[in-house]
T-cell receptor, first 114, second 114 residues
Framework: NAGVMQNPRHLVRRRGQEARLRCSPM?????VYWYRQLPEEGLKFMVY????????ESGMPKERFSAEFPKEGPSILRIQQVVRGDSAAYFC????????????FGPGTRLTVL | DQQVKQNSPSLSVQEGRISILNCDYT??????FLWYKKYPAEGPTFLIS?????DKNEDGRFTVFLNKSAKHLSLHIVPSQPGDSAVYFC?????????????FGGGTRVLVKP
């Protein structure tokens, strides 16, 4: 009964490279959320997806960031041309859906941009 | 614009005593509230939640109180144990069918002394 899985756990990129972060939701969960935590801050919502659909991307930076949740496979958060300010912990959460459902978080991917 | 605030960045308590964590919110649309616990290098772990139709919810050693008129909630941990030492995040959402993106406070670091 695996929980939310994220990989890689740690990712180091140089400025200008691309970062791909993966998230596999809990079994039976069809809703995926991505959050970012900058150092010494709380988590900030980025995007909410269901299978093959982006439902709410109001927290996503307008440029360089994109997300997908394909019919098969994990959800992907993609950051193009990374900059030092992208260094953060990125957390994925999943939920089964329904009124006031609870989100369960993965262990996070720590992105370091050199 | 911080819609959810945890004004105490840290809290130190003796083992066996009560830990009280506080959270304030400004958005009156929020009607579902959650507390998460986070250890370093791990994802947040769900602890307890409460909807705005209640003013109290209890689960074992954890009790959450909600004061809607004051837009304030608190988490009580009794008795506190050394394993409770972690960062605690308050989060707020809306009680709707899906897309319950969470707005987090900045966190309170709790240290339980043996």
């Amino acid at each position: 009964n695996a929980g939310v899985m994220q990989n890689p756990r740690h990712l180091v990129r140089r400025r200008g490279q691309e970062a791909r972060l993966r998230c596999s939701p809990m079994k039976g969960h069809s809703h995926v959320y991505w959050y970012r935590q900058l150092p010494e801050e709380g988590l900030k919502f980025m995007v909410y997806l269901q299978k093959e659909n982006i439902i709410d991307e109001s927290g996503m930076p307008k440029e360089r960031f994109s997300a997908e949740f394909p019919k098969e496979g994990p959800s992907i958060l993609r950051i193009q041309q990374v900059v030092r300010g992208d260094s953060a912990a990125y957390f994925c959460a999943s939920s089964p859906g329904g009124v006031a459902d609870t989100q369960y978080f993965g262990p996070g991917t720590r992105l370091t941009v050199l | 614009d911080q819609q959810v605030k945890q004004n105490s960045p840290s809290l130190s308590v003796q083992e066996g005593r009560i830990s009280i964590l506080n959270c304030d919110y400004t958005n009156s649309m929020f009607d579902y509230f959650l507390w998460y616990k986070k250890y370093p290098a791990e994802g947040p772990t769900f602890l307890i939640s409460i909807s705005s139709i209640k003013d109290k919810n209890e689960d074992g050693r954890f009790t959450v109180f909600l004061n809607k008129s004051a837009k304030h909630l608190s988490l009580h941990i009794v008795p506190s144990q050394p394993g409770d030492s972690a960062v605690y995040f308050c989060a707020a959402s809306t009680y709707k069918a899906a897309g319950n993106k969470l707005t987090f406070g900045g966190g309170t670091r709790v240290l339980v002394k043996p």
